[in-house]
């Protein structure tokens, strides 16, 4: 296999982008990736493409919309598709089109427009993330599975609603300082516990946003890479894997099997283990998801997520910073854009160029995106060398 | 009471049989005859040995709340007037787990580990749903 590297990173403004189409947020997300790495639209073989949902932006096709919008034709372009993990699955495609030699410079592009739908309907379409067959007569939604995880992570942990609140405090900080981030602001402990109640015990400073947004990362062969970046972040493991779609059928859910999987595996094949890790962005889809992804990735025993917020071992200066762009909490959750802009924020973390939000010497960082309620998830392993 | 206005269970011939269990307030679960895995949902196959020999056995409908989420607000409009809700994923004696609602006690007195039972709630002439209340 070739060594594969990001050699371009392109990040859309996330929010609700009511100004823009589909087609405009991922032109917006590939111009300023091209840009980045100095390369022309002419010389990329081929692209990626992560959309999760048709419903959202109600359009059938939605791939072929943006390489038609960008004018990539007659050049490959393939639909990826991963729930919340979509993104992420889109870069795993793109290293499998350079790694294995089909192509030398792969565009990898993550797109959602979720705001063309009332958020009664997004949430509607996103609690189909469960099994509506069987759990819908029964009134659930996407935020009262990861209630469920919540209150079962409370009577087995003792973890508190505190404890949750901390997370969403640390990544609306460092979302206030990314001016990519939907909501660039900072919330206090008070207000994120005084918040209304959706599904309890998570409140509405406990779950990330619906937001509009694209991004896009550049990936090249080693050759390749050497010609256009100073910089080359290289990927150094990569680890997917799934579970079952029904929560009622998982051993445990304080835990979400998949995300250790994937880690095992992508720790494996970057030759790293947890303490290796500089920095990383994890899958903060509802604030008890960061804690039980610190346990699931080995940045603390099983149990002890809550503790490690509380003492703050996850901001910059810590021992393991995560979500230090704000997350999906606070930067936002486009589906297809977030392993994507996970990705970007990772190499900007090891370039040095992450600014106020920069962590002092990054060498290795990780990304971890999960789909749905843990149904897949993936883990990616980068490397400044 | 007016018409149910709530999301009905979508039958096909992997649910026919649970539902129509349902009905007749029995809870029904397959369990596979050659490995012995009891299964929810009802599937055509087992999802751990791959046979398609299977019985249906009645559970007696007892067991206890593994975690729980008291919803506050309601994203399908059948779903208002009843906030707060509870849904659970409730473990059966016989070892399936489900999702389900907790009804017959005020949402903040659902504990997990709360010992539950089944209760029927007859949502309209063709289905009924199985829901769990405290029990001792």
Known sequence: ?385 | MGEYNKPLPNVNDDSNEFWAGCKEHQLRFQKCKVCGHVRWPASILCPMCHSKETKWIVSEGKGRVYSFAVYHVAYHPGFENDLPYVVADVELEEGPRLVTNIVGCRPDDVKCEMPVEVVWDDVTEKFSLPKFKPCC
Not at chain 1, 119 to 130: D, H, K, L, P, Q
Request: aromatic letters at 8%; one cysteine or more; proline letters at 3%.
């Open chain 1, 1 to 385: 296999m070739k060594r594969v590297a990001i050699v371009g990173i392109g990040h859309g403004k996330f929010g609700v982008r009511s100004d823009a189409s589909l087609r405009e947020l991922t032109f917006e997300a590939v111009k300023a990736c091209l840009d980045d790495a100095g390369v022309s639209l002419k010389e990329v073989d081929s692209m990626v493409t992560g959309i999760a949902g048709d419903e959202f932006s109600l359009a059938l096709q939605p791939s072929a919309q943006v390489h038609d919008y960008i004018g990539f034709y007659p050049k490959p372009n393939f639909r990826v598709e991963g729930a919340c993990a979509t993104g992420s699955m889109a870069l795993r495609t793109g290293w499998m089109n350079v790694a294995s030699g089909l192509a030398d410079l792969v565009l990898v592009v993550g797109v959602e427009k979720m705001t063309e739908v009332p958020t009664s309907v997004a949430t509607e379409i996103m609690g189909r993330g469960g099994d509506s067959m069987w759990e819908y007569p029964f009134g659930t939604t996407f935020p009262g599975y990861y209630a469920m995880m919540a209150n079962a992570h409370m009577a087995e942990y003792g973890t508190t609603e505190e404890q949750m609140a901390m997370v969403a405090v640390k990544n609306h900080y460092y979302g206030h300082l990314n001016p990519f981030a939907h909501m660039q602001k900072e919330v206090t402990l008070e207000k994120a516990l005084t918040s209304f109640t959706v599904a309890h015990p998570l409140k509405l400073f406990d779950c990330s946003l619906i937001t509009d947004g694209a991004a896009a990362v550049l990936l090249a062969s080693e050759e390749r890479a050497k010609t256009i970046s100073t910089k080359p972040v290289w990927i150094a493991g990569l680890g997917l894997a799934t579970d079952t779609m029904r929560i009622t059928e998982r051993e445990s859910l304080t835990s979400i099997a998949a995300s250790r999987e994937a880690a095992r595996i992508a720790y494996q094949m970057a030759g790293v283990g947890p303490a290796d890790i500089d920095v990383a962005t994890v899958h903060d889809c509802f604030t008890i998801a960061e804690i039980v992804a610190y346990e699931d990735l080995g940045f603390c025993e099983k149990g002890e997520g809550g503790k490690l917020i509380e003492a703050k071992e996850t901001y910059v200066d810590g021992r393991t910073p995560v979500n230090v762009d704000g997350g999906l909490k606070s930067k936002g959750h486009p589906l297809g854009a977030t392993g994507v802009s996970m990705a970007i924020e990772i190499t900007k973390q090891l370039r040095g160029e992450a600014g106020q939000r920069q962590v002092k010497d990054a060498e290795i960082g990780l990304t971890h995106n999960v789909g749905g309620t843990g149904q897949v998830a993936a883990v990616h392993i980068f490397r400044r060398e």
